[in-house]
Nanobody
């Protein structure tokens, strides 16, 4: 199967920066897209940013201009550079990837990391 391993979460003051990383491994044939979601207490899980195999990106309005998603296709890794962090960015951040596996069926499936906590203090 596929495993997603996240790193880079932690505690930072408002206005600071963090860089999240997520590496996918396993019997991967192709990755259609990778992205980051977050869930704060009492709120729905929401898309933060994603990037397709072709390099197209999509951002939540709340993070546009502050966060940047990027990829290293050779390493099956996606990054999220988070600048000008605000207390409302505090959440558990989850890595997501839509992947076709080598031995699986024709359907690309979504895989999730375990999440990493980002806490922004005021």
């Amino acid at each position: 199967q596929v495993r997603l391993v996240e790193s880079g979460g932690g505690l930072v003051q408002a206005g600071g920066s963090l860089r999240l990383s997520c590496a996918a491994s396993g019997n991967i044939f192709s990755i259609n897209s990778m992205g980051w979601y977050r869930q704060a207490p009492g709120k729905q899980r929401e898309l933060v940013a994603n990037i397709t195999s072709g390099g197209s990106t999509n951002y939540a309005d709340s993070v546009k201009g502050r966060f940047t998603i990027s990829r290293d296709s050779a390493k099956n890794t996606v990054y999220l550079q988070m600048n000008s962090l605000k207390p409302e960015d505090t959440a558990v951040y989850y890595c997501n990837a839509n992947i076709w596996t080598i031995v699986g069926g024709p359907l690309g499936l979504d895989y999730w990391g375990k999440g990493t906590l980002v806490t922004v203090s005021s």
